[in-house]
């Protein structure tokens, strides 16, 4: 339920409290969402917001994560602005509220915020997946990257302390392995020893951010398709939301993490392993979409590691969904008891793919550079 005091809590431009459409909107499986719609007496809509309770069993510093979103939407809007488009498609608006923040904390202790809803925009998963898909995909998240380029990261709070650390992520499977405490460890021989023995790719981003090679940036941490908003008429990309995941970090955790989704044959929980592929064609739409449109502020770094980005991205979900199968699927949500086992599989083989192939994929890389990239 959406309170009628949470929606009288921000300033909007809505009258007429009693026409309101109110949809919650099922798709998000962390926070809660509404989409509020406000008619006139005759009927005619005006205003349009979505409406969003923080999950703060997840985050847990609400406050931290709303000064987040509200420092890169704004700095996003004034990119915008600088450069002739318009700020309301490209980027999230944060309504203010009556508390004079940027979030209502309602009479039960609950953190809600609003946004101006996209006009006419729908998610890009919604139309039909194709390899320009990918294109987009790659735009939308270089665009997103350019807007904050000038923007210092070190401002932002770790949302989630570590996200990307995959030398920690690597230590903590250990602990896992070790304690052992779901009793499973013997089911996971093959895939624990894998996993083990590349441990040689989890210092190449985090060192290189540590000592300076690689820079700071403000990183999404959640790029998948249904992230991206796209024009409903036109089809164009308008910006990336679910902004709670926005924390300082390196271009290469985002693109890498893209691939692993993105770059995959089949789900990220496909048991059959001979349908999970890493398909080159879907690596080389995205690298036109997310070079074409980052290449003047990439570093010749970050650019050198973007197919190794991919494996240790997809890596380090591996060994994730692989510590949670052995401690017992604590964090990850499981549909069936091997669950996370046959997930850390699923992205072991994609990682097998990725590290057979770099040779191919810098090639794709080096193509893409060369030939540029139609707009
Ligand atoms: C989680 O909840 P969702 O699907 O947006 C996880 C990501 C993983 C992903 C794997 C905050 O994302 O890091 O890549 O599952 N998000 C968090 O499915 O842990
Ligand atoms: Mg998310």
Redesign the pocket.
Known sequence: MLPIDVIKGFYTDIENYDALDITKIES???NRTYEVKDRTLAGTYRGHYIFQRINTS?FKNPVGLMNNIMLVTEHAAASAIAAGKDPKVSTLTLMKSVQDKVYYVDSEGYYWRCYLFLPNSINLDVVEVTPGTYVQAGGALADFQRMLADFDASLLCEV?PG?HDTRNRFKNLKKAIEENRSGRAANAKAEIEYALSLEGITGTIVDRLRDGRLPLRVTH??T?LS?IMIDNDTHEVMCLI?L??VMPGSALYDFG?AL??GGSSAA?DEADLSKVNFLELNFEKYCEGYIGGAKDFLTDEELSLLPESAAI?TYE?GI??LSDYLDGDT??STKYPEHNLV?ARNQFKLVKDVLGNLERLHGIVEKVMVKGVPH
Request: hydrophobic share 35%; glycine share 4%; net charge negative.
């Open positions: 998000g499986h962390i997840i989630i996200f941490n959640d998948k992230n679910d709670d995941t993490d692993r989704a990220e991205l979900c994730r969904f964090y990850f997930r």
